[in-house]
């Protein structure tokens, strides 16, 4: 089994007790005819951590890409079943999808700053959100944005300098404080340290850690270590023979990595198939 890191959680609600921010009942999400996710029902609570794992195919980025609305920019893509954010229904023909994407952001798995100075990436989102603030206090926004990134202190002497011109684990952490800078309310991550090294993989770790304080993350990783060491909850999707992912168990990662329920589990976790 994965080893799974006893973290204090100090006076934190029980996971049982914190709200809602997701609810997915029966989705499913299709690209034309196929289907790449089938009826999904599953929840997210605030401010944890919650991992997607499953063998590579079985929908799980389709399944965050759900999340935010972003399948809406692929033609053929369609869904069945409900998504409800805080009881509300995103996918209900009245929702503004840009205003979404704002309240629930998104890291890629490969670092993608703008070709802009590290200030400009940072201040993006807000001005084109329509920023009504004065110069102080755009400053201070991106400040505050770096800070929460953990990279103000590697950055705050050249930020007029590239974004495309950090290392890559600088990079990502920049595309985390561009997110966290519109103040979202969800950060979704899609295997945001797969181009990373090992070192820089453990700081986007730590950092994950320090925002679900303010944060709800949900985050898809192919790394069983990485699922464990950092996530609070775990839900593992596999394919079926219709080649549609499906939820097999969701539970706290301590559980899932030590005495997960069902056989499909324990088998992908101990490297037996997938």
Request: proline share 4%.
């Given at each position: 089994m994965v080893q799974v890191a006893t973290v204090d959680r100090g006076d934190e609600l029980p996971s049982g007790e914190?709200?809602?921010v997701f609810e997915l009942q029966d989705l499913s999400c299709y690209y034309g005819a196929f289907r790449a996710v089938r009826e999904v029902?599953?929840?997210i609570r605030q401010?944890?951590?919650?991992?997607?794992?499953?063998?590579?195919?079985c929908g799980k980025s389709t399944l965050l890409r759900s999340f935010n609305r972003m399948n809406d920019l692929v033609d053929t893509a369609r869904v069945d079943g409900k998504i409800?954010?805080?009881?509300?229904?995103?996918?209900?023909?009245?929702?503004?999808?840009?205003?979404v994407r704002r309240r629930i952001g998104m890291v890629f798995q490969k670092p993608n700053p703008f070709p802009k100075s590290i200030y400009d990436n940072v201040a993006f989102g807000p001005k084109v959100a329509g920023f009504r603030g004065n110069k102080a206090e755009l400053d201070d926004l991106v400040e505050r944005s770096l800070r929460k990134a953990a990279i103000w202190d590697?950055?705050?002497?050249?930020?007029?300098?590239?974004?495309?011109?950090?290392?890559?684990g600088q990079q990502q952490r920049l595309c985390i404080a561009r997110a966290i800078a519109v103040e979202p309310d969800v950060i979704l991550m899609d295997e945001p340290c797969s181009a990373l090294d090992p070192i820089a993989t453990l700081k986007i770790e730590e950092l994950m850690r320090e925002l679900k304080q303010n944060?709800?993350?949900?985050?898809?990783?192919?790394?069983?270590?990485?699922?464990?060491r950092a996530s609070d909850v775990t839900a593992f999707l596999t394919m079926g023979d219709d080649r549609a992912?499906?939820?097999v168990e969701m539970a706290a990662t301590q559980d899932i990595f030590t005495r997960p329920t069902n056989?499909?589990?324990?088998d992908y976790i101990t490297g037996r198939f997938g």
């Open positions: 914190r709200e809602v029902s599953l929840e401010n944890e951590i919650t991992a997607l794992i499953g063998p590579s195919g409800l954010y805080h009881g509300v229904d995103l996918y209900e023909p009245a929702i503004d999808p840009v205003e590697e950055v705050k002497d050249k930020l007029d300098t590239m974004g495309t011109a950090l290392s890559g944060y709800t993350i949900v985050i898809v990783t192919h790394n069983m270590q990485q699922a464990a992912g499906y939820l056989r499909l589990t324990e």
